[in-house]
């Protein structure tokens, strides 16, 4: 993906700021619900000039939040609007590291540069490997950073971007040294000695007396002119002219060390294509096209060494050179399906096609590139590993360590391997990165829950999730600015950023990571997984499977269950709602093992179905444990497959959770039927006119049907005549214009367990509900049927309870709601539904029983690796409990008590006080918006006096929180006794907090 860097200036923090809450902080804590507006309207702009101009503009016309970094003129330059000081506004600070990596790349696929074959990569005279390392010296990493981007990225020595990099240069754990750096090496591994990143030229450097100069990747530390080029007549430049001859261009130099009247052969004449983006994306990629071309003619002494050009038709082409076509037709040189791993590659780093309008007319030769990459370093595997070669290097050492980047047994194996990957990469000059960046965000004041996710920014889905606001400009509506036209809304060939945003709003995958911590992965459609081998488990993981005639060892499989209450959105189509309908539009093994085949991991073996020991497993999904829409059970219960791997990487889950799961009877060929059981089968394949052609637009085709918490439909859902999958583009097509915009609608509301997301703010809080742990009076990892009992006994009578029940702090809660609600008009229509009890125990339990009874087998609201805790509080930056959530107009929350010490030691007849804080939900950024008077109570064992300093308050934004104490006096003998605080409001959550009294 090729992001936006703009040309900054270094600036001071004014003394007052509008600061967005920092990332983990109260309003920008996420929760995996929502989502809590109605709409979201993409609007398009032509570049992020005017959509910054729509955004200071305000008004129903406005944006509410832009995906494109602040441009430094709004960042206090004299003259402008400055976006830290208006109060319309808030910014992020201090500015946001990003994944991605901006820099220059080779095409190795039998290239001529100047009459020099670059073959692969197979150079043996190294006069290939010469004309790169030349071109690297040519631009002085800082002084482009410095001179363009006014010191706001960071300089990239490796293929990595700051985030991956190990301390102090990032936080990641790849080493990229160079000799002034603390750790000035890295270690021997294998067959790579030691290096930093001056050991690339090592030879060159000491032929040239220039070794003790070397200060980064092919940098000697030369003056840099207004652009960021070396200047003529410095060390770096003469060390370019020096390769350059090496390589056979030139027989000699001037004394200013240009080549001018000493070029031979071709290098006389020829002419290499250096492809640039002048799109708004590609911005300031355009700058460094330019200011390498101008310095390579200049070196030459030729006006046309270098030419500038792009692709003039970006349907012609989704990758470089035919790379990335269709599924229908690999590459040259690509064996079997494997070049499906390549669109997965694409989705994943976005690698732009280019869109120009001065058109190359053979083939490119460089290109200056933009790469977006995530916390794990497996790029130097996903992107020239030369099984799928982005630029179509080969080399088989490279592709060895490369290979142990993504397949090894520790992150740690991965990142060392990284490292010697990246050894030989930078040694043979194979790509040049320059910089990786940082920036600023902004979005209107008002907005809260807004996430700042690592990497990324607040542009993300994690916002379009969470984000509420009660008062938006346009009620329940989030308007999102895109800096540049969409291309295809095709989620097999989507390549821009602006597709990928959209789609990542329509589609979900098996898993997700955490928005803070990304090396967190959690089950998302999945309510439980387990990483398994044959070892581990023989009668589930086979040891191999035999696919197509040829076995093929199995490494470890992921054991999976998905929820079945996953309705894909053309389940709105199901009027009348039969129970046949409503069965064939859920997600179901069917559909992800459609999704994965047609994705392609490089290392899927095949989705597998549970049916006896490991002979008896089947290379497909067996057909009797399926009904005919390809789920085990009926709607709304769980089923189990197996995901078979043909080799280990610490990355599986990750890369399983960059794959969207499709709906496998809206892609499969046109004309078969029934679920997808064997690979290869009509059932198991993306019908070929849905990938290229007249067929291909999923807008005009009415196929932009996912699960996700988002809609694409032509207006109100639920409403006759309104088209799902198509109609929500002012085109009417997948690519979007400037002026026009793509309106998603919410999937649903409330508790709908057909027509709606299954992750509703309402869902979230019926299932903490149901999920109670009586024992600990706290939130489970999941519903069981110890609830139900709970629920059927807790409020019965007893002789011996405290509060005359079986469970008194049981019993509050399950005769009570999920949530309050309030109603906040100015937000949007107020739909919001609370579930839960409503004071029916213990003479009529069914009300609660049945709501328990449907959370009981969908496992964990989030499920984590087996053996580690699904509670939301360990994942970290989640809202705390209890929340507030919205729906639209709809808010709903409750309070909570926080009471300290909840352990006291009294002697008879004296007292002990503890304070007492009665809260609302939600922090101080997300404070639940109604009015709340709340009623204090205790019930105690005999023998204990309890008095509370304020039995009733009244809790509002504007006083969310409220003080008093519990004074406890004994008079009984010596033991243990008990006090349970009881805080309740009529239709809200009652919470109880018990205090252990002992008496001595």
Same mark, same amino acid.
């Given at each position: ?819 309050? %609600? !309030?109603? #906040?008009? /100015?937000? +949007?229509?107020? *739909?919001?539904?609370? @579930? ?5 125990? =213990?003479? $009529? ?90 009623? %204090? !109570?205790? #019930?105690? /064992?005999? +023998?204990?006096? *309890?008095?509370?300093? @304020? ?5 509002? =934004?504007? $006083? ?41």
């Amino acid at each position: 993906m090729l992001f936006i860097v703009f040309s900054m200036v270094c600036l001071a923090v004014p003394a007052r700021a509008n600061l967005a809450p920092g990332p983990g902080t109260s309003g920008t804590d996420w929760v995996p619900a929502g989502p809590m507006i109605d709409k979201l309207n993409f609007q398009v702009y032509s570049n992020s000039a005017t959509e910054f101009t729509s955004l200071l503009a305000g008004g129903s016309d406005g944006v509410d939040i832009v995906d494109a970094h602040v441009p430094p003129t709004y960042l206090g330059v004299q003259g402008y609007a400055d976006f830290r000081t208006d109060p319309r506004f808030s910014v992020t600070l201090p500015e946001e590291n990003l994944y991605d990596i901006f820099g220059i790349d080779f095409n190795m696929n039998n290239t001529s540069f100047w009459g020099v074959p670059f073959n692969g990569g197979f150079d043996p005279t190294s006069r290939a490997e010469n004309i790169r390392q030349g071109i690297a010296h040519l631009i002085n990493r800082d002084g482009f950073i410095i001179q363009n981007l006014g010191g706001k990225g960071y300089r990239a020595d490796c293929f990595a971007p700051y985030l991956q990099l190990a301390p102090p240069k990032g936080i990641g754990q790849l080493l990229c040294p160079r000799p002034q750096d603390i750790t000035p090496l890295v270690p021997q591994n294998g067959g790579i000695s030691s290096w930093n990143v001056c050991s690339w030229e090592q030879t060159f450097l000491a032929k040239y007396n220039e070794s003790a100069s070397c200060n980064g990747a092919y940098s000697l530390g030369s003056n840099y002119d207004a652009s960021g080029a070396v200047l003529e007549d410095t060390t770096d430049f003469c060390a370019a002219a020096a390769h350059f001859i090496l390589a056979g261009l030139a027989n000699d130099r001037n004394s200013d060390c240009t080549l001018t009247n000493h070029l031979v052969g071709t290098a006389q004449t020829d002419s290499v294509s250096l492809w640039v983006q002048p799109t708004e994306s590609g911005k300031m990629l355009k700058v460094l096209g330019d200011t390498l071309a101008h310095v390579i003619n200049k070196l030459m002494g030729r006006h046309d060494a270098i030419i500038e050009c792009g692709l003039s038709n970006m349907d012609a082409i989704t990758g470089v050179e035919g790379h990335f076509l269709s599924p229908t037709s690999p590459p040259n040189g690509v064996q079997g399906g494997d070049y499906r791993s390549l669109l997965q590659a694409l989705n994943q780093y976005n690698l732009a096609a280019y869109n120009s309008a001065t058109a190359c007319n053979h083939p490119w030769q460089m290109a200056a590139l933009g790469w977006n990459f995530n916390q794990n370093p497996d790029q130097f595997y996903t992107i020239y590993n030369s099984q799928f070669s982005f630029n179509a290097y080969q080399n088989a050492t490279y592709d060895r360590w490369s290979s142990m980047t993504e397949y090894n047994s520790t992150i740690q194996g991965s990142v060392l391997s990284a490292e010697s990957a990246e050894y030989i990469l930078g040694s043979e000059a194979i790509n040049i990165p320059i910089w990786s960046s940082y920036s600023n965000f902004v979005y209107l004041n008002g907005w809260t829950n807004v996430v700042n996710q690592q990497g990324v920014g607040t542009a993300n889905s994690w916002t379009a999730l969470n984000a509420w606001s009660s008062n938006p400009t346009i009620p329940g509506v989030l308007r999102w600015g895109l800096d540049e036209s969409t291309a295809r809304l095709n989620v097999f060939t989507s390549i821009s950023n602006p597709d990928t945003t959209v789609l990542g709003e329509v589609y979900e995958s098996l898993f997700a990571s955490n928005p803070y911590s990304p090396e967190q992965v959690i089950g998302w459609m999945a309510n439980y997984f387990r990483d398994e081998t044959h070892g581990t488990q023989p009668t589930e993981c086979p040891a191999s499977l035999n696919e197509t005639g040829t076995f093929i060892s199995v490494a470890h499989c992921i054991k999976v269950t998905i929820r079945g209450d996953i309705p894909f959105h053309d389940i709105l189509n199901c009027v009348p709602a039969t129970s046949d309908c409503l069965a064939s539009h859920i997600v179901t093994a069917s559909d992800v093992k459609f999704s994965l085949l047609n994705f392609h991991l490089t290392n899927l073996i095949d989705v597998i179905g549970l049916n006896g020991t490991a002979a008896g497993l089947a290379p497909q999904l067996p057909a009797a444990a399926f009904s005919n829409y390809g789920g085990t059970n009926g709607a709304g219960l769980s089923e189990t497959f197996l995901v078979a791997l043909s080799s280990q990487s610490p990355y599986d889950l990750g890369n399983l959770a960059l794959v969207p799961i499709v709906p496998q009877h809206v892609w499969h060929s046109i004309g078969a039927t029934g679920p997808c059981l064997a690979e290869g089968t009509p059932q198991c394949i993306v019908d070929p006119s849905y990938i290229a052609g007249s067929s291909s637009d999923p807008i005009s085709g009415n196929r932009l049907i996912g699960s996700g918490p988002f809609v694409c439909a032509s207006g109100d859902l639920g409403v006759t005549g309104t088209v799902i999958g198509g109609g929500c583009t002012s085109s009417g097509s997948s690519s979007v214009g400037p002026g026009g915009n793509i309106v998603l609608r919410r999937f649903g509301k409330g508790l709908d367990p057909n027509y709606a997301y299954f992750r509703t703010s309402a869902k979230l809080l019926q299932f903490q509900w149901a999920a109670y742990a009586p024992s600990t009076n706290s939130l489970g990892s999941a519903a069981t049927l110890s609830d139900i009992l709970s629920a059927i006994n807790a409020c019965k009578p007893s002789d011996t309870g405290i509060g005359g029940v079986v469970s008194y702090q049981a019993c509050k809660h399950w005769n009570t709601r999920t949530a309050g %609600l !309030t109603c #906040v008009t /100015s937000a +949007g229509p107020c *739909v919001g539904t609370a @579930a839960g009890g409503n004071g029916g125990l =213990p003479t $009529n339990p069914n009300p609660v029983t049945l709501q328990i009874q449907q959370w009981i087998g969908r496992g964990a609201w989030v499920s984590l690796p087996t053996g580690q805790s699904a509670l939301l509080s360990v994942l970290g930056e989640t809202q705390p409990i209890p929340q507030t959530l919205y729906e639209d107009g709809s808010a709903e929350g409750s309070f909570g008590i926080a009471l300290a010490p909840t352990t006291v030691s009294v002697t008879n007849s004296t007292s002990a006080t503890i304070p007492v804080s009665i809260f609302l939900s939600g922090g101080t950024d997300n404070t639940f918006p109604g009015t709340v008077p709340v009623a %204090l !109570t205790t #019930v105690q /064992s005999p +023998g204990l006096t *309890v008095a509370l300093g @304020a039995s009733s308050m009244t809790l509002n =934004p504007s $006083n969310p929180v409220f003080n008093t104490s519990l004074t406890i006096t004994a008079a009984v003998k010596s033991g243990t006794y008990m006090v349970i605080v009881g805080a309740s409001s009529p239709s809200f959550p009652s919470v109880t907090f018990k205090v252990t009294v002992t008496v001595t």
